[in-house]
């Protein structure tokens, strides 16, 4: 259930937004059913405008919905780069995480938004900041096989071989995933093929049982020990 508000805030009908609030008295900062304001519809939309007037009237950068996503997060998910701009300068903290802990620039890197990447890394956002999985952005470029993002948080500082709560460094994520070309762009980086998660699993043993055949020849080709075990043997 949404307002008229969120309506025109998600059409990026300017004129109309600034008329219902000022002539409808309507409420910058109301919540639809699932929490979201019509801050958050306008960064969904791309609605950099509707966004100018919504802070214009002091709406609440720091608003969150059901899964404690801001306005912000969202903007980094669609790709919003206008809205982002818009809202960094009034946030208290830019790193901020939603329920899962992700910030925006794990959304920006799932989603697999170069240039709001590259935006959000100008701005300081921590590159190797972890999601209560501890999962970092990498991990998450890697899983999408983005390789244009992954250089990008590598050269902004990424730790290429830190690993989540199952133990999982980038490389195994992107060689469960078959990412074959993330795969040779994180060992050019520098990632241990060697690194084992919780289970003992070498990136090639997690392409092996994902049947990649082609990521398990690439850790063949760099010298890989193909009878190397995991802790099962």
């Not at 919504?54 to 669609?78: C, G, I, M, P, Y």
Request: charged letters at 20%; hydrophobic letters at 45%; a negative charge.
């Amino acid at each position: 259930k949404r307002s008229p508000l969120h309506a025109a805030a998600f059409m990026g009908d300017a004129d109309i937004v600034q008329l219902l609030l000022d002539k409808g008295k309507a409420r910058v900062n109301i919540k639809d059913t699932l929490w979201l304001s019509p801050l958050h519809r306008a960064c969904a939309a791309q609605a950099d405008e509707v966004v100018s007037v919504l802070l214009a009237e002091s709406a609440d950068v720091n608003a969150r919905d059901k899964s404690w996503r801001t306005a912000f997060h969202v903007a980094a998910s669609n790709n919003a780069c206008a809205c982002a701009e818009l809202i960094l300068p009034k946030l208290t903290n830019i790193n901020i995480s939603d329920r899962a802990g992700r910030t925006s620039l794990h959304h920006a890197c799932n989603a697999g938004h170069l240039s709001m990447v590259d935006l959000l890394l100008q701005n300081g956002l921590n590159v190797n900041t972890n999601d209560k999985r501890e999962r970092r952005p990498l991990h998450w470029a890697a899983y999408k096989g983005n390789v244009e993002i992954v250089e990008a948080l590598a050269n902004a500082g990424a730790e290429v071989n830190a690993r989540d709560k199952d133990g999982m460094s980038a490389l195994h994520v992107a060689s469960a995933a078959g990412n074959l070309s993330v795969v040779s762009a994180l060992i050019e980086i520098g990632a241990s093929i060697n690194s084992r998660n919780l289970a003992g699993n070498t990136p090639a043993h997690t392409a092996a049982l994902n049947g990649h055949v082609d990521a398990l020849e690439e850790f063949l080709s760099t010298g890989f020990d193909i009878g190397s075990t995991n802790y099962a043997g």
